[in-house]
């Protein structure tokens, strides 16, 4: 019997310790993204979390850009969409180490990343031969997304969003 009382001691004790690791924004502190389309970059400012364990931490923030093409006749002022869109994937990632985890806080800095859209060759845009130019269109940017890991390689849904 009281072999038996240990036991449900020891599991209800891994319970309250094992549910006392809730990572979560503290109050207000939350980053918060942005992607400002005159620069093509996205910025996350700086936040804090609670309820971490002292593996290191890994945060990776990244967001699409993508054109249309228009090919150009270098014999004649003719500009016709290209075939083929163009496109880029930024991103940028910081590690924490576990060591900053104190008491299972941290304070996690901006990041931010820029997203270049390539110019393709002639062929790339499907223009109809490679004598023909290739400007690009209005460049789009997003979605975007701010993933949080601890360790490295195991994501925090409570911690990561899109944006």
């Not at 809730?22 to 804090?48: D, E, L, Q, V």
């Not at 500009?79 to 083929?84: E, H, K, S, T």
């Not at 163009?86 to 996690?108: F, R, Y």
Request: aromatic letters at 6%; glycine letters at 12%.
């Amino acid at each position: 019997m009281r072999s038996t009382r240990l036991i449900a001691l020891g599991v209800l004790g891994l319970s309250v310790a094992l549910g006392a690791e809730s990572p979560h924004y503290k109050p207000g502190r939350a980053p918060i993204c942005a992607i400002n389309t005159a620069t093509g970059t996205a910025t996350c400012s700086s936040g804090a979390v609670t309820g971490l364990g002292n593996e290191d931490i890994r945060i990776t923030v990244s967001f699409g850009a993508t054109a249309d093409t228009f090919c150009h006749n270098p014999g004649n002022s003719l500009i016709v969409p290209g075939q083929n869109p163009t496109g880029v994937v930024a991103s940028a990632s910081i590690t924490i180490s576990g060591d900053q985890v104190k008491n299972g806080n941290v304070t996690i800095p901006a990041i931010s990343a820029t997203a270049i859209v390539p110019v393709p060759s002639a062929a790339g845009a499907g223009c109809p031969n490679g004598n023909w130019t290739v400007t690009l269109g209005p460049v789009v940017y997003g979605p975007g997304s701010y993933v949080f890991e601890q360790p490295p390689g195991t994501v925090i849904p409570s911690l990561s969003f899109a944006f």
